[in-house]
Nanobody, 124 residues
Framework: QVQLVESGGGSVEDGESLTLSCAAS????????MAWFRQTPGKEREGVASIDSDGSTRFASSVKGRFTISKDNTNDTLYLEMNSLLPEDTAMYYC??????????????????WGQGTQVSVSS
């Protein structure tokens, strides 16, 4: 049974850093596209960063240069390192796994498995 459990969210100030973790079970992260999405109330879920099975990464333009996505294939854990955080980064962050594929598409419908989310709040 596929499970994704996020951790690492919290409240920080403008310019600070956080690292989110996503512990995966029931499958091996090595074989699948994995991604981070975020959502604020009243808005659609948006892709933040993704990583293919071969390690290729992709970032939303709003976070490029500030966020880094990585995975630990040994421990089946996905990470999102977030630096220079801005108030507009405030959102619930979700870890996701593609339904089938090893290569990523940056749309929520491509992903069939989701964690429960972890809240990130950035104050100015």
């Amino acid at each position: 049974q596929v499970q994704l459990v996020e951790s690492g969210g919290g409240s920080v100030e403008d310019g600070e850093s956080l690292t989110l973790s996503c512990a995966a079970s029931g499958f091996t992260v090595r074989h699948f596209c994995m991604a981070w999405f975020r959502q604020t109330p009243g808005k659609e879920r948006e892709g933040v960063a993704s990583i293919d099975s071969d390690g290729s990464t992709r970032f939303a333009s709003s976070v490029k240069g500030r966020f880094t996505i990585s995975k630990d294939n040994t421990n089946d854990t996905l990470y999102l390192e977030m630096n220079s955080l801005l108030p507009e980064d405030t959102a619930m962050y979700y870890c996701a796994r593609a339904r089938y594929g090893a290569s990523c598409l940056f749309t929520p419908g491509y992903f069939g498995y989701w964690g429960q989310g972890t809240q990130v709040s950035v104050s100015s």
